[in-house]
């Protein structure tokens, strides 16, 4: 039985965040696929990690024999959150850009999961996983626009994903979501009816075939 870590880090709810109707797409598939699969849900807009703090940090290059209580209560989170990457058998996470880059929650989360010498690094034990980011963003960075050098969500988290987790990374990209509700992108809305329906589609095709490929 497959299990999916889904993370969200839209601020907005369901129903008013562009990412999470996608993660919810891919969910709703991988669901009907999976109706005996499990899918752990973490909401960090809802239920955000801790910053990384000294003791957490410093209990990442201990030996866990070594921990001083301090330690040891700080390890347990990040413990937590590398035994939900270790246990999923895909990943989804919704990354909408603020800022230009990741929400702060998402990056308070990597910071508490990348524990070199067990999630990351040469061995890591996530290696080869596939992950799925859903990367909303109000306006567009696609290669050619004027905007693409400002771009620091897929570089950065194809960087750390695959970099640093060694997962497979593939991106889901619904683009210019600001265009109904900004009068000045007004022509630009049917080209963000298209990317929406389009990250949509990109969601069900990938959790079937994601589905398909674990049952090989
Ligand atoms: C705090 C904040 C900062 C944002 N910064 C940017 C930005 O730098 N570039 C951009 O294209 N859109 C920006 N947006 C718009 C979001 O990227 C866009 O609405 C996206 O679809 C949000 O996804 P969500 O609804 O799942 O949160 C920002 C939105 C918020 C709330």
Known sequence: MATLLLIDSSVFPEGGSASRSVTSAFRKTWEEQ??????????????????LDGVGASAGF??????????????????????ELERADAIVIG???????????????LDQA????????????LKGKP???????????APGTPREPFEYVQNYLEAVLNGAFGLEVDFIVPELTMA??????????????????????????RAKALVERLAA
């Not at 999976?34 to 910053?51: E, K, N, Q, S």
């Not at 990354?95 to 989360?109: C, D, E, G, V």
């Open 114 to 125: 990348i524990i070199m010498g067990r999630t990351a690094g040469e061995n890591s034990s």
């Open 34 to 51: 999976h109706p005996d699969g499990t899918v752990i849900h973490r909401d960090l807009g809802a239920d955000p990690v801790p910053h």
């Open 95 to 109: 990354a909408p850009m603020y800022n230009f880059t990741i929400p702060s929650t998402l990056k308070a989360w």
């Open 62 to 83: 201990a030996d866990p024999a070594t921990h001083t209580p301090e330690q040891q209560a700080a390890f347990a989170l990040r413990t937590r959150l590398a035994e």
């Open 180 to 205: 109904p509700a900004n009068p000045a992108m007004a022509e630009l809305v049917p080209l963000y009816e298209t990317s929406r329906d389009r990250a949509h589609e990109e969601a069900a095709a």
């Open 131 to 141: 992950v799925t980011v859903v990367a909303s963003r109000g306006g567009s960075y």
